[in-house]
Each structure stands twice: as C-alpha cells, then as structure tokens.
T-cell receptor
Framework: KAGVTQTPRYLIKTRGQQVTLSCSPISGHRSVSWYQQTPGQGLQFLFE???????NKGNFPGRFSGRQFSNSRSEMNVSTLELGDSALYLC??????????????FGPGTRLTVL | AQSVAQPEDQVNVAEGNPLTVKCTYS??????LFWYVQYPNRGLQFLLKYITGDNLVKGSYGFEAEFNKSQTSFHLKKPSALVSDSALYFCAVRDVGGSYIPTFGRGTSLIVHP
C-alpha cells in the first residue's frame, strides 16, 4: 500500500506570495492532519480534515487554510507569506477523526523556504 | 491546558547499551501518550502509544515505554541500542477529556555511537 505523499517536496517563495501544498493520504484513510515543524517552535498542529470537513484547528492565523476533497486528498494554503513561515510542513493521514485518537501515518513533508 | 517536556536535547549512548529518552507530561485529565521517530529528511514514524491498560507499552523496532502516572512520565526505552536508532524522537500528549489537538515535545536527538 502506498504511503502518504506530499507535493512538492521543496518550495522557495518570496514574502507576500501565497503557496499551496498538497497531500495524498493512504488509500482508505479519511483523516488528514497538517503540522508545521520549525527549529524554534518544534512541531505544531495546524488543522485536521475528515470527510471534507475541518474537525480541529490549531492556533495559527487565518493566512493558513486548508481543504479536503471527496477523494480525501488535502491541500493547505498559506497566503501573504512571511519569513517565519519557512518550515517543514508535514501531513499525516489516519482512519478515524480526532488528530491523535488513532495512529497517524506521516508523509515526508514539504520544505518551504520564504525569502 | 496540556504540555509535554523532553528535558534532554540530545542523548548519547554506545551501541549495545540500553537507552532511555525521557518525556514528562501535564494534562488536566487522563493522557493519551505517543512516541514518534523522525529520520533525516523524512516524516515522523509512529513507534508506540499509551491509551489505557498495561503501563508497559511495546512498540516498533524493539522500543518500549512505561507510563508512570504518579511521576507523569512516559520514558522511551530500548534494551540494546543500534547505530540505526540514531534519529530525532518526539513525545506527544493529548488530554482524553480535552481538545483533540495533540501537543508535541521539542524532540530529543538520539546518537548511538558504534
């Protein structure tokens, strides 16, 4: 069974631009969660989607948004990029709703660099 | 509010020796606890979890963790370290009766020397 895939793997943007990251969960998984990983703040939960509905949201500004499609694929969008948005963005999929009630399977991440 | 602490940024151990990576937590209710490992340029991989039941939890790759409610700890252990165990380890917690949002520790870099 294929694992979680994230595209692109690497991305370079400039301040003020917007970016869209994509995550394809493991086949049959309906839950997708997004995390931001930085050296300073560590690993922080962004949001979770289940069956196309946002179920949980972390403490991030409205510039960070996401959505999930009927095939469970998810996209995350960051508008008006800031230097501090440079991070590794991780996607995780699972079978159940509730970000940590079930075992999550993580993708390799998208490395975003904002210049 | 929930929180988790990994007091050691780095743990060094010789191959073949036992290893311990420490994790303490704080929740208002009962905890769900998790350990994940991250290899360079890779996402996180699930190692083990404690939900309820036996305080000693066995996980992947020979790792185990002991839930200690009185000390609010969930230390990760392995009897005999391998060089290939060298990676970044994350502890995570969620309050059973609280938010669904997990809180991760800052991570501990485990270095196993040959």
């Amino acid at each position: 069974k294929a694992g979680v895939t994230q595209t692109p793997r690497y991305l370079i943007k400039t301040r003020g631009q917007q970016v869209t990251l994509s995550c394809s969960p493991i086949s049959g998984h309906r839950s997708v969660s997004w995390y931001q990983q930085t050296p300073g703040q560590g690993l922080q939960f962004l949001f979770e989607y289940f069956s196309e509905t946002q179920r949980n949201k972390g403490n991030f500004p409205g510039r960070f948004s996401g959505r999930q499609f009927s095939n469970s694929r998810s996209e995350m969008n960051v508008s008006t990029l800031e230097l501090g948005d440079s991070a590794l963005y991780l996607c995780a999929s699972g079978t159940l709703a509730g970000a940590s009630l079930n075992t999550q399977y993580f993708g390799p991440g998208t490395r975003l660099t904002v210049l | 509010a929930q929180s988790v602490a990994q007091p050691e940024d780095q743990v060094n151990v010789a191959e073949g020796n036992p290893l311990t990576v420490k994790c303490t937590y704080s929740v208002s209710g009962n905890p769900y606890l998790f350990w994940y490992v991250q290899y360079p340029n890779r996402g996180l991989q699930f190692l083990l979890k404690y939900i309820t039941g036996d305080n000693l939890v066995k996980g992947s790759y020979g790792f185990e963790a002991e839930f200690n409610k009185s000390q609010t700890s969930f230390h990760l252990k392995k009897p005999s370290a391998l060089v290939s165990d060298s990676a970044l380890y994350f502890c995570a917690v969620r309050d059973v009766g609280g938010s669904y949002i997990p809180t991760f520790g800052r991570g501990t870099s485990l270095i196993v020397h040959p």
